[in-house]
């Protein structure tokens, strides 16, 4: 088969590997249909995540049929159309019967393997352990477009983001990166009857907030003071209920921190290259909570619902489609994505 290879930082290739097999009887291998690239693939190509090695196919995300399933797989069979959980989870380990699948023990103790510890799904075929766990089935109706963001992106957004972060009705809340993980937390979080405020720098990307439900915008470019901005929307001018940080860095988890009122929270979703900034000497008399989190991808079902029921959108997400061995051009276009007005981009089988 042909597969997107991982040869080192800075380092890719399409090209021809051994097709996939059953290695343990909870396997099953799946026929790729969709694919889409994470912001994370690039963390990888940058050298950020070391246990990534040369030669390791990437990617976490995508929809397909089963070609072949292993003994001891009960729920999903050859020919079903599923989509491919980011997480891989066992759901006999402490870990995964709490929730924290993410941290599954029987995969090595993080949940996240495809495309980081085994082969991923930028691919024509993978290997999925677990499959009865991992594999969740596309419901007619449902379009691959859709089922494809619920591989990780809307999980993430609305675990990580919403879900740490409490947000409830009448709350207002701060999605500080209006990417594509941050779209996905105004898009969960509208949902709730919260009030959210997007904050970006890219006029595209604020006006597409919009789109996905934001209430209101800030853009970072037309003022010098965003916390002060913020507190002005806030109730009673004391700062936001929840800041949700969707970038990765320094001074948006500062922006954050500073942001939120006696009591607020701070969900911290975006993947961070670098050491941050704590002020603990002032905030520990606040009684505020940061949290942090790798998506335990359990909340997919429940997405599913939503998307069934017209309440949420995910296909708003895709901005463009490549066939998938096009997909050396859609990496060029996605790590360009403020350039080139990219959300998501799809790659078709």
């Known amino acids: 088969m042909k597969a997107l290879v991982y040869h080192g930082p800075g380092n890719k290739a399409w090209e021809e590997v051994p097709d996939p097999q059953v290695q343990a009887p909870t396997d099953a291998i799946v026929r790729i249909e969709m694919t889409t690239i994470c912001g994370t693939d690039l963390h ?11 030669g390791r196919i990437l990617g976490h995300e995508g929809v397909g049929v089963v070609t072949e399933v292993g003994p001891e797989c009960t729920k999903v069979a050859v020919g079903d159309r599923v989509i491919i959980s980011c997480i891989t989870k066992c759901m006999e380990c402490e ?18 393997i495809f495309g980081h510890l085994i082969d991923g799904t930028q691919a024509e075929l993978v290997r999925v352990p677990y499959a009865d766990n991992g594999l969740i089935p596309l419901p007619e109706g449902v379009t691959a477009e859709q089922g494809v963001m619920l591989s990780d992106i809307l999980p993430t957004g609305f675990e990580i983001g919403v879900q740490y972060g409490q947000v409830g009705a009448g709350d207002v809340v701060a999605v500080v990166g209006a990417g594509p993980v941050g779209l996905a ?26 789109s996905f439900g934001a209430d209101d915008t800030i853009d970072i470019g037309a003022t010098d003071d965003v916390v002060g901005e913020l507190k002005k929307r806030s109730r009673y001018g004391l700062g936001v209920d929840v800041a949700i940080e969707a970038v990765g860095l320094p001074a948006t988890f500062t ?13 911290n979703v975006g993947v961070h290259g670098a050491p941050v900034q704590f002020p603990i000497e002032r905030d520990w008399i606040n009684n505020i909570t940061v949290t942090t989190g790798l998506v335990n991808a359990t909340t997919a ?6 998307i069934t029921e017209g309440r949420i959108q995910p296909e708003k997400f895709v901005t463009h489609r490549f066939r998938l061995d096009e997909i050396i051009d859609a990496y060029d276009t996605f790590s ?14």
């Open 44 to 54: 990888i190509l940058k050298g950020d995540v070391p246990a990534v090695t040369d």
């Open 95 to 112: 870990y995964c019967t709490r929730g924290l699948t993410s941290h599954c023990q029987k995969v090595g103790g993080i949940g996240w």
């Open 185 to 210: 937390a105004i898009m969960t979080a509208t949902a709730t009857g919260a009030t959210v405020i997007a904050v970006d720098g890219n006029t595209f990307r604020l006006q597409e907030a919009r």
């Open 255 to 267: 922006t954050c921190l500073d942001a939120i009122r006696p009591g607020g929270r701070v969900a």
């Open 301 to 306: 079902p429940q997405l599913l619902d939503q």
């Open 336 to 349: 360009r994505a403020a350039d080139e007005n990219a959300m998501k981009v799809i790659m078709t089988a």
